[in-house]
């Protein structure tokens, strides 16, 4: 394994590195500025080929609870990332051939280090992404199952052998990597949707690129930083960080070099299908993880209490940031008061808006004012037509990218609210009679990534969780994901699946070998 191992010199860290290291925050904004970032785990350049590079440009990474000015990052353009698919095809030989025993180790070598530095890769998601630090945390942890769980996996890629239809041959099947990888990741988790994918990738024997969203980029850098540690080899993991300007330009030539094999993205059904034009021109490999609109109903027979702590977990996770948390919720007319006024009283009770460094913070910042903007027209909109705001309903005092836990009653079907996925703490309620008239309202969406239902009735359970049409069922459960289940969904909300025994068959071709005249 040794051969593997990068040689362990100083990184090549330019002078802007710097400045992400000891200087003070600027702050743009009010609030408190978050503590300083552990320098060992961030950096400023692009990674490529297992070397720290720098762009032309650099753009800001900022704290969106306070407006501070974290540092700045390298812009990387359409030649950095065709550097870094270049990178990643001439290393793919070498990685694929290593025993998967061999690639099994460095997976979990890089688990493990995730681990030791788990409270410094939270502070990193904190500051650059907003959720609560206990939530951060809580994000690492499921980030490095990823590792764990493919370093398991790679060494338990099985082919066949098929009975042969005539005596002198033997039929024999054979599973390859694709080649190299293109990864673009979404800001809400910044750590978990990087190695749930490279995970598998790598395990597979693919070499990646990973493109970060513009607004979370350091924590796809510390892992980079880590991976490097462990000894992963030089052009196997990539990063190209870069601008929002940048992306287009970027994100179109990593999906239609023609050394790239395949394409894993998450992030919106709309830029999803972009994506899946410019994989066309070459038919790529993709996976997809886009957009959700997640129902959560409740049935007359439900615990109630129990689905009032479901609600709670499933939509205020990361400020409603989540693709699977729900969007809508649906109550039966029986329990439809007391729903409300339990969940209402919960909401009071156990939500905490604050800065996510701060003890006791439960709901940190949304990503950007155009997040908020977003909220407040949902709720302007349901507002008009008849909703009622139960509590919350407003922008936080505590600054502008913040807002408070939302609950609206008196919610229709006519509402933007329950026709498009607000990403953010706003939690609608619409009363239904039947239950063939809720699975109706939730079938209604053109994606299906989560659905939840709270049911005591046995027979119910089972009708309603065969006829959603998801990828993801949680019944009687809010939190529903761990690297052992497969993630996906159906309809627009994707193609493919991660984690899991399954995640691992994205990466991988399956070839058939025939031997004849034995």
């Given at each position: 394994?040794?051969?593997?191992?990068?040689?362990?010199?100083p990184?090549?860290l330019?002078r802007?590195?710097q400045?992400?290291?000891p200087?003070p925050?600027?702050r743009?904004g009010s609030g408190?500025?978050p503590?300083?970032?552990?320098g060992s785990?961030?950096r400023?350049?692009?990674?490529?080929?297992g070397?720290?590079?720098?762009?032309?440009?650099?753009?800001?990474?900022?704290?969106?609870a306070?407006?501070a000015?974290?540092?700045?990052?390298a812009d990387?353009?359409v030649?950095?990332?065709?550097?870094a698919?270049?990178?990643a095809?001439?290393?793919?030989p070498?990685w694929?051939?290593?025993?998967?025993k061999?690639?099994?180790?460095?997976?979990?070598k890089?688990?493990?280090?995730?681990m030791?530095?788990?409270?410094?890769?939270?502070?990193?998601?904190?500051?650059e992404?907003?959720?609560p630090l206990?939530?951060?945390?809580?994000?690492?942890l499921?980030?490095?199952?990823?590792?764990e769980?493919f370093a398991?996996?790679?060494?338990?890629?099985y082919?066949?052998i098929?009975?042969?239809?005539?005596?002198?041959?033997?039929l024999l099947v054979l599973?390859?990597?694709?080649?190299?990888?293109?990864i673009?990741?979404?800001?809400?988790?910044?750590?978990?949707m990087i190695t749930?994918k490279?995970?598998a990738?790598?395990?597979?024997g693919?070499?990646?690129?990973v493109?970060p969203?513009?607004d979370?980029?350091l924590?796809?850098l510390?892992?980079?930083?880590l991976?490097n540690?462990?000894?992963?080899?030089?052009?196997?993991y990539n990063?190209?960080?870069?601008?929002?300007?940048q992306?287009?330009?970027?994100?179109?030539?990593?999906?239609?070099?023609?050394?790239v094999?395949?394409?894993?993205?998450?992030?919106?059904?709309?830029t999803?299908k972009?994506?899946l034009h410019h994989?066309?021109?070459?038919?790529?490999?993709?996976?997809?993880?886009?957009?959700?609109?997640?129902?959560?109903?409740v049935?007359?027979?439900?615990?109630?209490d129990?689905?009032?702590?479901g609600?709670?977990a499933?939509?205020?996770?990361?400020s409603g940031?989540?693709?699977?948390?729900?969007?809508?919720f649906?109550?039966?007319?029986?329990?439809?008061?007391?729903?409300?006024?339990k969940?209402?009283?919960?909401i009071?009770?156990?939500l905490?808006?604050?800065?996510?460094?701060d003890?006791g913070?439960?709901?940190?910042p949304?990503?950007n004012e155009?997040?908020?903007g977003k909220?407040?027209?949902?709720i302007?909109?349901?507002?008009?037509q008849?909703?009622?705001?139960?509590?919350?309903?407003?922008r936080?005092?505590?600054?502008?990218?913040?807002?408070?836990?939302?609950?609206l009653?008196?919610?229709t079907t006519n509402?933007?609210?329950t026709q498009e996925e607000?990403?953010?703490?706003?939690?609608?309620?619409?009363k239904?009679?039947t239950?063939?008239?809720?699975?109706?309202?939730?079938?209604?969406?053109?994606?299906?990534?989560?659905?939840y239902?709270y049911?005591q009735?046995p027979?119910?359970?089972?009708r309603?969780a065969e006829q959603?049409?998801?990828g993801?069922v949680?019944?009687?459960?809010?939190?529903v994901s761990?690297?052992?289940?497969?993630?996906?969904?159906?309809?627009q909300s994707g193609?493919?699946r991660e984690?899991?025994?399954?995640?691992i068959?994205?990466y991988?071709e399956?070839?058939?070998?025939?031997?004849?005249?034995?």
């Amino acid at each position: 394994m040794a051969r593997w191992r990068l040689p362990r010199t100083p990184l090549l860290l330019p002078r802007a590195a710097q400045r992400l290291l000891p200087a003070p925050l600027r702050r743009s904004g009010s609030g408190p500025a978050p503590p300083r970032l552990p320098g060992s785990l961030v950096r400023s350049g692009g990674f490529v080929g297992g070397r720290w590079v720098q762009a032309a440009a650099a753009f800001p990474v900022l704290d969106p609870a306070s407006g501070a000015e974290l540092g700045r990052v390298a812009d990387c353009g359409v030649a950095e990332a065709r550097a870094a698919v270049r990178a990643a095809w001439e290393a793919g030989p070498g990685w694929s051939a290593a025993p998967a025993k061999e690639r099994s180790a460095l997976l979990r070598k890089w688990y493990s280090l995730m681990m030791e530095n788990k409270d410094d890769l939270a502070k990193i998601i904190t500051a650059e992404n907003g959720k609560p630090l206990k939530e951060a945390q809580g994000e690492v942890l499921y980030s490095a199952s990823f590792l764990e769980w493919f370093a398991e996996e790679a060494r338990r890629i099985y082919g066949d052998i098929i009975p042969p239809s005539v005596k002198d041959r033997r039929l024999l099947v054979l599973k390859q990597p694709v080649g190299v990888a293109t990864i673009i990741t979404p800001w809400n988790f910044p750590s978990a949707m990087i190695t749930r994918k490279v995970g598998a990738a790598l395990a597979a024997g693919c070499t990646v690129v990973v493109k970060p969203a513009e607004d979370t980029p350091l924590s796809a850098l510390a892992l980079a930083e880590l991976a490097n540690q462990a000894g992963i080899p030089a052009g196997v993991y990539n990063v190209v960080p870069c601008s929002q300007k940048q992306t287009p330009a970027v994100g179109e030539a990593l999906c239609t070099d023609p050394l790239v094999a395949k394409i894993s993205f998450t992030g919106s059904t709309a830029t999803g299908k972009v994506l899946l034009h410019h994989a066309a021109g070459t038919v790529k490999r993709v996976s997809m993880e886009l957009g959700g609109h997640a129902p959560f109903i409740v049935f007359d027979s439900a615990d109630v209490d129990r689905a009032v702590a479901g609600a709670l977990a499933s939509k205020y996770r990361n400020s409603g940031q989540t693709c699977i948390c729900t969007n809508r919720f649906l109550v039966q007319k029986e329990i439809h008061d007391a729903f409300v006024e339990k969940f209402a009283k919960a909401i009071e009770r156990e939500l905490r808006v604050g800065n996510g460094f701060d003890e006791g913070t439960t709901q940190g910042p949304l990503i950007n004012e155009k997040a908020v903007g977003k909220v407040e027209r949902h709720i302007s909109d349901a507002v008009s037509q008849g909703a009622s705001i139960v509590t919350g309903g407003k922008r936080h005092s505590f600054g502008k990218n913040f807002f408070e836990p939302t609950l609206l009653s008196n919610v229709t079907t006519n509402m933007l609210c329950t026709q498009e996925e607000t990403f953010g703490p706003l939690a609608p309620v619409i009363k239904f009679d039947t239950e063939a008239e809720a699975v109706a309202i939730a079938n209604s969406a053109n994606v299906g990534l989560a659905g939840y239902f709270y049911s005591q009735d046995p027979a119910q359970i089972w009708r309603v969780a065969e006829q959603l049409e998801v990828g993801i069922v949680g019944v009687n459960e809010g939190i529903v994901s761990s690297a052992e289940c497969p993630f996906g969904g159906v309809k627009q909300s994707g193609l493919g699946r991660e984690g899991s025994k399954y995640g691992i068959d994205e990466y991988l071709e399956i070839k058939f070998v025939c031997f004849g005249g034995l």
